[in-house]
């Protein structure tokens, strides 16, 4: 969202970006754009999703704007109907195919009312853009809608160097189910050359605790939580290759461009990732990734074998990343934002 809005900004749009007040929450800091945290009584679940929606469509609705741009659907339907009653451009962004993440289409209920907004709101929209050409292909064949392709990449900018003090394996990002975390955990029991750092936090990180715990992992995996963008840009380079890892349930995951998937080779390090059809497209440009087709504890494990095995396959994934900067980075990406909002708001 920050590249977003510095992006808009800079081509002369005033952005407010609007997100959650959490307990957790870290101090704000001064940004070129104006920041706005909605506070709830509820954290997650049913109440807090209705809760959200009914304060940020006041919030809203109150506010003078051109456009609204809803990043992804568990915000679109009050951006949408104050859209309507108030004239506005309706933007909509979706970083997820949300109807098709684990943790909804798992639970029957959940999936069928997200379900019901999406089927209710997209057909109607006019100005939609995604993060791949995967998730643009499944909103063309469900609604007709015409779904601009802008990846979610970093900007490309000179990587620091140092040597960390001992080597590791780097996940960076939510702890959420269906990203492999678990099964990676597992992979270490038979791992003893090097350690797994994973940065971030999210609704499975005591599960994440508990299987370290049980299987006695607590020198080989270590949970650093969340840390500053700034931060993990120093520390990522640093890693000897990153793991952007996801199940097979639902099309999102299928589908995905993972942030971090492009983080890390703009860190300029080699990754394990999945063999969907986005990173395998990808790779046959580029080859940044040592690909996987399953999502099992001895799967992980024996693609972490064959990296530390195999120094020539990894020096030659690393220089790849390289070539895969040059090519894909926020300062090409944005120029397609600002054209997409350019016609959006003629």
């Known amino acids: 969202m920050e590249r977003i809005c510095i992006a808009l900004n800079d081509a002369g749009y005033e952005c407010v970006l609007v997100g959650r007040l959490r307990s957790s929450s870290k101090e704000l800091n001064q940004k070129s754009y104006e920041q706005i945290r909605i506070p709830c009584l509820f954290d997650r679940g049913k109440l807090f999703y209705i809760e959200y929606n009914f304060k940020l469509f006041w919030s809203l609705l109150f506010r003078k704007s051109d456009a609204l741009c809803a990043i992804d659907l568990d915000t679109l339907l009050p951006a949408y109907i104050v859209s309507k009653l108030s004239s506005k451009v309706i933007i909509y962004d979706s970083h997820e195919y949300f109807t098709e993440l684990e943790e909804v289409i798992t639970r029957p209920f959940v999936h069928k009312i997200w379900s019901i907004i999406e089927r209710a709101i997209v057909p109607k929209l006019k100005h939609c853009y995604t993060i791949s050409s995967g998730y643009a292909g499944l909103f063309k064949t469900a609604y007709d809608g015409n779904f601009e392709v802008i990846r979610n990449v970093p ?192």
């Open 155 to 346: 900007l490309k900018r000179e990587i620091q160097y140092s040597k960390p003090p001992s080597p590791f394996i780097i996940y960076q990002g939510a702890l959420n189910i269906g990203r492999g975390l678990e099964e990676s955990i597992l992979a270490m029991r038979e791992i003893d050359s090097i350690q797994l750092r994973i940065y971030g936090d999210g609704p499975i990180r005591e599960k994440l605790e508990g299987i370290i715990d049980s299987n006695n992992l607590s020198d080989k995996v270590k949970l650093h939580g969340s840390i500053s963008p700034e931060q993990l840009r120093l520390i990522t380079p640093q890693a000897r290759f990153g793991l952007t890892l996801f199940s097979k349930t639902g099309m999102h995951h299928l589908h995905s461009m993972a942030n971090r998937f492009f983080d890390y080779f703009h860190a300029d390090i080699p990754q394990i990732a999945m063999g969907f059809p986005e990173y395998e497209s990808f790779n046959r440009e580029h080859e940044v990734a040592h690909l996987v087709d399953d999502l099992t504890a001895d799967t992980i494990s024996e693609a972490i074998k064959h990296l530390l095995q195999n120094e020539g396959e990894l020096t030659r994934l690393k220089n790849n990343c390289s070539s895969a900067r040059d090519a894909c980075n926020w300062q090409e990406e944005s120029l397609k934002l600002v054209k997409f909002y350019n016609e959006a708001l003629k």
